[in-house]
């Protein structure tokens, strides 16, 4: 009998801090099984002090509705802490998902 592997989601985050700023570089897919891993690596950022988060996602190759809640969940949390967090460089996929979510207003 032939089965499929099945494989998980893969994402890698990268963080670069600058002072008090983060670029966080996301690679990967955002879905309900990394996305955990991305609420946490902002969270770290805001619990280390850092007032303004970049998010990269040049390199996310697919963002489910998962995506769009953690990084509305983590700017209110940024936003109560008296800082901020901007997605750059969405592909068009996750354009689209971020303005159907309302998302949109963290892009620059």
């Known amino acids: 009998m032939n089965r499929g592997v099945m494989t998980l989601p893969q994402l890698n985050i990268y963080r670069h801090d600058r002072g008090r700023r983060a670029l966080i570089t996301l690679a990967g897919?955002?879905?309900?099984?990394?996305?955990?891993?991305?609420?946490?690596?902002?969270?770290?950022?805001?619990?280390?002090?850092?007032?303004?988060?970049?998010?990269?996602?040049?390199?996310?190759?697919?963002?489910?509705?998962?995506?769009?809640?953690?990084?509305l969940d983590a700017s209110r949390h940024a936003a109560g802490s008296h800082a901020s967090l901007r997605l750059h460089h969405p592909s068009p996929q996750t354009t689209r998902l971020l303005a159907d979510t309302g998302s949109d207003l963290l892009l620059p």
């Open 29 to 71: 897919e955002i879905d309900p099984a990394t996305a955990p891993q991305v609420r946490a690596a902002l969270e770290r950022c805001l619990h280390d002090g850092i007032t303004t988060i970049d998010v990269e996602l040049t390199t996310v190759g697919r963002c489910d509705n998962s995506g769009p809640r953690v990084f």
